[in-house]
T-cell receptor, first 110, second 117 residues
Framework: GENVEQHPSTLSVQEGDSAVIKCTYS??????FPWYKQELGKGPQLIID?????GEKKDQRIAVTLNKTAKHFSLHITETQPEDSAVYFC?????????FGAGTRLFVKA | SAVISQKPSRDICQRGTSLTIQCQVD?????MFWYRQQPGQSLTLIAT?????????ESGFVIDKFPISRPNLTFSTLTVSNMSPEDSSIYLC??????????????FGPGTRLTVL
């Protein structure tokens, strides 16, 4: 069946450094790729997304890239801050189905 | 985006009992979704609930264990029946933007943290 693989499962960076999380998907019909941030005790919050007709999107310190040929997409966080510490989920959606990655726990050390 | 609230936010229950979780959305939506997130895990779709029809369950989930109601376009309930410790999870309500977009932007409620003793 369709799946989304996400790496790494845990990522620890120093404040100010960059963090990169990578995902691959299997369903060629996927055309929408959101990223969610989940803080402790809260539901996932959509932080950025990318659609299949673009290769890159940026919003302040976060950016996403998409390679449809290779079925890869990535989240880049620059100038990380302690408040970026959370679990991040990628997802691939097509039609009415959304498949989530396993999550990456990001620790930003002050 | 949609604003979603859930009640209760958390509960501790005895095995063999049932708990009903409520989900309220601030706008009318066709589809509502219920997810389970086991400790340290990703999100697993339990079922999709459309108003006026029976919920559609994903593989591994059955109506007898997780009955769902969808009485109108802004509200849904999920019941976790005959609970066991393995049901301890966060249960999340979600809606998507399919009513007004061709892309499935999903919005989540804050979750209900369930612990079964």
């Amino acid at each position: 069946g369709e799946n989304v693989e996400q790496h790494p499962s845990t990522l620890s960076v120093q404040e100010g450094d960059s963090a990169v999380i990578k995902c691959t998907y299997s369903d060629s019909a996927s055309n929408y790729f959101p990223w969610y941030k989940q803080e402790l005790g809260k539901g996932p919050q959509l932080i950025i997304d990318i659609r299949s007709n673009v290769g890159e999107k940026k919003d302040q310190r976060i950016a996403v890239t998409l390679n449809k040929t290779a079925k890869h997409f990535s989240l880049h966080i620059t100038e990380t801050q302690p408040e970026d510490s959370a679990v991040y989920f990628c997802a691939a959606a097509g039609g009415f189905k959304t498949i989530f990655g396993a999550g990456t726990r990001l620790f930003v050390k002050a | 985006s949609a604003v979603i609230s859930q009640k209760p936010s958390r509960d501790i229950c005895q095995r063999g009992t049932s708990l009903t979780i409520q989900c309220q959305v601030d706008s009318q939506v066709t589809m509502m979704f219920w997810y389970r997130q086991q400790p340290g895990q990703s999100l697993t779709l339990i079922a999709t609930a459309n108003q006026g029809s029976e919920a559609t369950y994903e593989s591994g989930f059955v109506i007898d264990k997780f009955p769902i109601s969808r009485p109108n376009l802004t509200f849904s309930t999920l019941t976790v029946s005959n609970m066991s410790p393995e049901d301890s999870s966060i249960y999340l309500c979600s809606v998507d933007s399919s009513d007004f977009s061709t892309y499935n932007e999903q919005f989540f409620g804050p979750g209900t943290r369930l612990t079964v003793l």
